[in-house]
């Protein structure tokens, strides 16, 4: 089982930037694809972006060129790099790890869920 923790959300102005960042712990960690949701009040969660073990990425239209995602597999970390924020990107954003590997872009692939870091963006 895999135990996921965010950290590094808080509240920032549009334009700014923000590193979300996320600790992998347990006994199983080994080729799993991993990477992010978000969820603002009032909406369904929704897909941010992925990374496979080998470092391929893909992201959702709405922040493809100002987020980023990466990992680093000794340290098992997986980072949300934000930048060009928008109001609309404030939600509550969730690390999620799968037992698949690949690109995984369905909500219902991941196995694992951290507990959510809030990001607050002020207009």
């Known amino acids: 089982q895999v135990h996921l923790v965010e950290s590094g959300g808080g509240s920032v102005q549009a334009g700014d930037s923000l590193k979300l960042s996320c600790q992998a712990s347990g006994r199983t960690f080994s080729r799993q694809s991993m990477g992010w949701f978000r969820q603002a009040p009032g909406k369904e969660r929704e897909f941010v972006g992925t990374?496979?073990?080998?470092?391929?990425?893909y992201y959702a239209d709405s922040v493809k060129g100002r987020f980023t995602v990466s990992r680093d597999n000794y340290e098992m970390t997986v980072d949300l790099q934000m930048s060009s924020l928008k109001p609309e990107d404030t939600a509550v954003y969730y690390c999620v790890a799968t037992s698949l590997g690949g690109l995984r872009l369905l909500q219902s692939e991941y196995d694992y869920w951290g507990q959510g870091t809030q990001v607050t963006v002020s207009s």
């Open positions: 990374v496979s073990w080998s470092g391929f990425t």
